[in-house]
């Protein structure tokens, strides 16, 4: 993924995909592992894209992990079915 969109700092790791972030307009988030930083030039993010490895990102994501959906549809229950 190559942008600056909050979805390549928050949701792409749990797709294990990279992305190359261009500029400065997600400073000061909490980023992943999966997250490159670089300047709005070129020839910056050309280098940063042919260095991207070539398997898909491994780690984890500081967000969690896609299930929080469920997480709140058992909040949910515990609350609507509590004894």
Known sequence: MIGNSSSGI?????????????????LGRT??????????NGDDIWRQYQAVPKEKY???NTYGNGDTSKQIWTAIESIVYEK
């Open 31 to 40: 980023m992943n592992e999966n997250v490159f930083n670089v300047p709005f």
């Open 58 to 60: 491994s780690g984890g």
């Open 10 to 26: 928050v949701e792409a790791a749990t797709l294990r995909t990279w992305v190359i972030n261009i500029g400065d307009r997600q």
